[in-house]
């Protein structure tokens, strides 16, 4: 491949943008083993948030992801490949930017029960502090009633 086809590759799939519009690959050949992506990333999604026991095999997924991406970009920026090889590893690469995107959108259960605790106290300190700003103590009684 020439050279300015190699820098097309590579700031195509290093662009911010690059995976607006992208789907997600059906199945990409990860670390030697077919996965199914676009099932196992909807299926993760649906869900809003990772469960505790799931946990661990999401983190490994997207690190398995992380380390292909790199693989597909070297082979690209060493120029082991045809143009014609180069596109398809730069489609996958931006396929695998999009799934990870995806993947780490997602939050752990424990921070979504953080969350709604958080809120739960920030309603009570927003009561206390109306009831305190219109003259109630927490007794019900009125101040400066005298």
């Known amino acids: 491949m ?3 086809e190699r820098k097309q590759l590579l700031e195509r799939v290093n662009r ?3 995976t607006v519009g992208v789907d997600i690959p059906d199945a990409v050949d990860v670390q030697g083993e077919e996965v199914e992506l676009r099932d196992f990333v909807f299926e993760i999604k649906r869900r809003d948030t990772i469960p ?3 946990r661990e095999g999401v983190e490994t997924a997207k690190r398995n992801l992380r380390r292909e991406r790199l693989e597909r970009l070297q ?3 060493d120029n082991e490949v045809s143009y014609e090889e180069g596109e398809r590893l730069a489609e996958s690469i931006v396929g695998i930017d999009r799934a990870l995107n995806a993947l780490e959108q997602l939050r752990p259960a424990d ?3 953080e969350a709604q605790l958080q809120e739960a106290q920030d309603q009570k300190r927003w009561m206390n502090f109306l009831k305190q700003a219109l ?3 927490s007794g019900g009684a009125s101040r400066g009633g005298r």
Do not use: N, V
Request: glycine letters at 12%; charged letters at 55%.
């Open 16 to 18: 911010e943008s690059a």
């Open 2 to 4: 020439k050279e300015f």
């Open 111 to 113: 921070l979504e029960q």
């Open 135 to 137: 003259g109630r103590d």
């Open 75 to 77: 082979r690209i920026e």
């Open 52 to 54: 505790e026991g799931e």
